[in-house]
């Protein structure tokens, strides 16, 4: 299944058609500075930045972008 999948997503801004990755399809960063100090804005930001990343990913693999 992972290997389905990263063939349908690795020419995608998400990963890299190089290489797949150990465990997963890609590996996408969702905060480029998260700040560990304020552990309740990290958890809505990281809920953020993935709803908003799914959201896109599903919404490509629906239309069949890719």
């Known amino acids: 299944m992972q290997k389905r999948y990263w063939h349908k997503l690795?020419?995608?801004?998400?990963?890299?058609?190089?290489?797949?990755?150990?465990?997963?399809?890609f590996e996408v960063p969702l905060l480029e500075s998260p700040d560990?100090?304020?552990l309740n804005e990290l958890w809505v930001s990281v809920c953020s930045g993935f709803e908003s990343l799914s959201d896109q990913?599903?919404?490509?693999l629906k239309l069949g972008e890719i």
């Open 57 to 60: 990913i599903v919404k490509a």
């Open 10 to 25: 690795k020419n995608t801004e998400w990963a890299s058609a190089q290489r797949m990755p150990k465990y997963s399809v």
């Open 36 to 38: 560990f100090d304020d």
